[in-house]
């Protein structure tokens, strides 16, 4: 439902199909027109179920599914953000929670004074790297691309404001940029919920530090 209203303010979903159709589709053209295309694809899947009636219910149960959705922005005033400036510029990282299911992490550039969402606002190149107080543990360096980039979509055609990374809690990144110093962050890990059946065993307390 968020995405149509932001991508059809002006209209209003007739029904579960609509959303499905709609709510994750952009069109162009007038609201006739657009509504004009959704009746065509209810056609279409009228044939393959045999009655509107049996692609309305198919609608309302895949929306009735729980599932976990990955990049999704935050919400105003409804989601938990953490923003922190870029050095030497008039940018800021965010970073959300993502889907809990994977123990994702969203990323992207806001300007820092108006708070507005950017698309990449410098060259840069992002890395997930190892924790540098303990290097020696198992973890793969790689550059991350964002989200849109990973579906080959040419850079000049990505919404304003709706470039997005996915990275994972606990990970390390390092932000590199020509001429000047990189960017070391770390990224927040979600507290896991207790396990109703955890494994019973007997805890040795060594220092963490010496």
Not at 137 to 160: D, F, K, T, Y
Request: charge should be negative; aromatic fraction near 10%; proline fraction near 9%.
């Amino acid at each position: 439902m968020e995405f149509f209203e932001k991508t059809y303010p002006n209209m209003k979903p007739r029904d579960d199909y609509d959303l499905i159709m709609l709510g994750s589709t952009r069109r162009t053209g007038t609201a006739a027109e657009i509504y004009a295309w959704a009746d065509e694809q209810m056609q279409i899947d009228i044939t393959l179920l045999g009655s509107r009636e049996a692609v309305l219910a198919n609608s309302t149960e895949t929306l009735d599914m729980v599932v976990g959705i990955t990049g999704r922005k935050p919400r105003p005033n409804r989601n938990i953000v953490h923003t922190c400036p870029v050095p030497g510029g008039k940018f800021s990282i965010r970073l959300w929670p993502g889907n809990p299911y994977v123990s994702e992490y969203c990323m992207d550039f806001v300007d820092t004074a108006t708070k507005e969402a950017v698309n990449s606002p410098f060259e840069f190149e992002l890395w997930a790297v190892p924790d540098p107080e303990a290097p020696w543990l198992c973890m793969p360096s790689g550059r991350l691309n964002s989200l849109e980039s990973n579906h080959h979509i040419p850079q000049h055609e990505i919404v304003a404001g709706e470039e997005r990374w996915v990275l994972r809690d606990g990970q390390t990144c390092v932000l590199k940029r020509s001429g000047k110093k990189d960017v070391l962050f770390h990224v927040p890990a979600r507290k896991k919920p207790q396990d109703p059946n955890p494994v019973q065993y007997d805890v040795l307390e060594f220092p963490r530090e010496v």
